[in-house]
Nanobody, 120 residues
Framework: QVHLSESGGGLVQAGGSLTLSCVASSRIEVDTLAWFRQSPGQERELVAAIDRTSEQTQYADSVKGRFTISRVSGPDTVYLQMNNLNLEDTATYYC??????????????WGQGTRVTVTA
């Protein structure tokens, strides 16, 4: 069982920055960590993912060059640094973990989500 707890969402102006954090509490080793997001009426999409050793990362095309995912251990924590935010980044962001995220297989565990709102 893995418990994920996100923080860092909020209101930000377009062009601004925000950093999301997610702490993973688990008695087992935490595998790939990822951030997904979902806007009203839209499907949940993968924003960024990072493997256990931080050697492999993946980003959605829409955030490449603007967002950076990173992780540390002790406890396992994943960050999403978001720069140059635009209105289309407005969404609820979810932290997730699973062994096959890079294979497009849904994660096993999800956080409760944190809301990011970008204003003009």
């Amino acid at each position: 069982q893995v418990h994920l707890s996100e923080s860092g969402g909020g209101l930000v102006q377009a062009g601004g920055s925000l950093t999301l954090s997610c702490v993973a509490s688990s008695r087992i080793e935490v595998d790939t960590l990822a951030w997904f997001r979902q806007s009203p009426g839209q499907e949940r999409e993968l924003v960024a993912a990072i493997d256990r050793t931080s050697e492999q990362t993946q980003y959605a095309d829409s955030v490449k060059g603007r967002f950076t995912i990173s992780r540390v251990s002790g406890p396992d924590t994943v960050y999403l640094q978001m720069n140059n935010l635009n209105l289309e980044d407005t969404a609820t962001y979810y932290c997730a973990t699973g062994a096959y995220i890079f294979s497009n297989i849904p994660p096993n565990y999800w956080g409760q989500g944190t809301r990011v709102t970008v204003t003009a």
